[in-house]
Every structure is written in structure tokens, then in C-alpha cells.
């Protein structure tokens, strides 16, 4: 670790050179302040991503087929919750508070994932959802375990896990409605024609179109760049989408003998970019709830505060 103590020009080659050797930083560790800035942003923004996420599937509770499609449902949108709660106490290990955080996310200045504004039309969303936006998750989140920061390192630990859960989940609910009725498949693929671009976009804008990417990857919080993740996750897809039957929504969709990877078609990044600027097509709604939300917990907050002062006058008096 790099000292308090050192001089403050031999401090940030120390770090680099710590980095360098896959050791990892912790909270109580000096860090340059890009570094920290970096990290909030980045783990902010996933713990948001994780809370917002919610919404489009929870749209379906109430509405799950069957009971144990229901329990699945329930327990994957709750495993979400708990993502986002590992990820703000992650962020908050780096002088940031949850208060900050959450104002941030409502006053626009903070990002979720920009496939959260997408809306969920039908039930077979609920499986695209697993199996292409959980797919997607996974394949960015896996590298993160060897993040350089240790409290999101050993937070994506158990997030990678559980979102291996729904993966799995999704593909399997694809799965049964792809070998059912004709209009159980067509609904399969009508949800994997909407869901295969934002999934695509899910690994942010090209590389060369990527300006903190350099920083992220030499700091060792990003291990590969955003146009790699899309390729391996692009690879993955094709193959379980030839498993079920349905057709990706690319008519440019190749495979290339040369480098051994599929190339897609034309990414509509505009599209991306519109979306990421709140102009999605649920953008609106998600923030609507998420406030709402906000406000009708406020009497929560208010009252384990309370709580928590009551205790701490009560310990003191017994301490006197
Ligand atoms: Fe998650
Ligand atoms: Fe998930």
C-alpha cells in the first residue's frame, strides 16, 4: 500500500507501481483523487443501474404464469435489490454518502444503464431480459471480481454468482416458450428483436469513442476495453440464440473465418446516445418511480434515524 507519509510526488508512482503488480487498493489506503473519482462514478452508476433495473421486470410479478415462474421472478428482482445495496456500501467506503449518491441519481447528474428505459411488452421480455441483459451483465461484471479496488472486487464476487442464477433463468423461460405454441415462439423472438440492440449497446460506446477507458484500464478497474466485452459477448449469444431457434435481428450478422469472432451490422449508436441523454423510451417513467419511491420511504429513513439516536442516548446514559 502507499503511505499518507510519502512525499507527495513518489506517492502516485507508488500506487501505479502497487496497481501494476495486481495488488489491491483499500479504503483506508491514499489513492490519487481521479482514482476515487473514477470508482464513485463507476460504482454509483452500477448500483443505481442495479436499483432502476428493478423496475421493467417487477412490471411482471403480478402477471408471472405460474406460481414457480412467479418465486423465480420475485427472487431475482429482490437479488437486484441486494446488488445495489453491496454497491452503494462499496461506493461509500470512498467518502461518498448514500444521500450524495441518491440526489445525484434524481437530479439527472448520475447514470444507470441506458437498457433500463427500454419498456417490457410481454412476458417472453422477462426472458430476454435474463438471458441477453443478465448475459451481458455477467460478461462486464466477471472481469470487475479482479477489480483493483477491493471492496467492488469482493462485492462483484457474489453479484457474478447471482447473476449467473439469471442467466440461466432467462434462458431456460426462452427456452420453454421457443419449443411451444407458434405464437409462444413468435413471442421469443419478438422480444429478442427488441432487446438484442440495447443488449449490444449494454458495453458502452466504442473504443475509440471512449476517453476514460486508458486511465480505467492502466488503474486496473477496467481489465478489457468496452469493443472486446461486446465481441465475447456477441460470440456467446449467437451460439445460444442457434439453441433456441430464433433469429438475431442483424441481417448483417456473419461470421468472420479470419478472426474466428461474428461481426454485426451497423451499431445505431445516435440511438445509444439519445437514450443515455434520458431520452429513452421509459426514461421518464423509471425516473418518476424511482422518486416516488424516494419520497413514500422517507418516513423509514426518518424513523431509523430516530431510532438510532434513541439507542445512542440510551448507551450514553448507561455509560455515565
Ligand atoms: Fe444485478
Ligand atoms: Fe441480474
Given at each position: 500500500m502507499v503511505h499518507e507519509a510519502s512525499a507527495p510526488d513518489e506517492r502516485a508512482e507508488q500506487f501505479d507501481a502497487w496497481?501494476?503488480?495486481?495488488?489491491k487498493v483499500e479504503p483506508q489506503d491514499w489513492m490519487p483523487e481521479g482514482y476515487a473519482k473514477t470508482l464513485v462514478r463507476q460504482i454509483s452508476q452500477h448500483a443505481h443501474s442495479e436499483i432502476i433495473g428493478m423496475q421493467p421486470e417487477g412490471n411482471w410479478i403480478t402477471r408471472a404464469p405460474s406460481l414457480r415462474r412467479k418465486a423465480i421472478l420475485l427472487a431475482k428482482v429482490q437479488d437486484e435489490a441486494g446488488h445495489g445495496l453491496y454497491l452503494y456500501s462499496a461506493a461509500e467506503?470512498?467518502?461518498?454518502?448514500r444521500d450524495q449518491m441518491e440526489a445525484d441519481l434524481m437530479s439527472g447528474k448520475a447514470k444507470y444503464s441506458s437498457i433500463f428505459n427500454y419498456p417490457t411488452l410481454t412476458w417472453a421480455d422477462v426472458g430476454a431480459i435474463?438471458?441477453?441483459?443478465d448475459g451481458a451483465a455477467i460478461v462486464n461484471q466477471i472481469p470487475l471480481c479482479r477489480c483493483s479496488y477491493g471492496p467492488y472486487a469482493r462485492a462483484m464476487i457474489r453479484v457474478c454468482k447471482e447473476e449467473s442464477f439469471h442467466q440461466r433463468q432467462?434462458?431456460?423461460?426462452?427456452m420453454a416458450l421457443s419449443q411451444g405454441t407458434p405464437e409462444q415462439k413468435a413471442m421469443a423472438q419478438d422480444a429478442l428483436n427488441r432487446w438484442w440492440w440495447p443488449a449490444v449497446q449494454m458495453f458502452g460506446p466504442p473504443d475509440h469513442d471512449s476517453p476514460h477507458s486508458a486511465q480505467s484500464m492502466a488503474w486496473k478497474i477496467k481489465r478489457f476495453s468496452n469493443d472486446d466485452l461486446r465481441q465475447k459477448f456477441i460470440d456467446m449469444a449467437v451460439k445460444q440464440a442457434q439453441a433456441l431457434h430464433i433469429e438475431i435481428p442483424d441481417p448483417d450478422l456473419k461470421f468472420n473465418e479470419e478472426t474466428g469472432h461474428?461481426?454485426?451490422g451497423e451499431i445505431n449508436w445516435d440511438e445509444f446516445w439519445a437514450v443515455v441523454k434520458g431520452h429513452g423510451p421509459c426514461s421518464r417513467e423509471r425516473m418518476a418511480n424511482r422518486r416516488k419511491a424516494h419520497n413514500d420511504g422517507a418516513w423509514v429513513r426518518e424513523a431509523a434515524t430516530a431510532f438510532a439516536a434513541k439507542e445512542r442516548a440510551r448507551a450514553e446514559k448507561v455509560a455515565a
Open positions: 496497481v501494476a503488480d495486481e495488488n467506503t470512498l467518502n461518498v454518502s435474463g438471458w441477453l441483459v432467462g434462458f431456460e423461460l426462452m461474428w461481426d454485426t
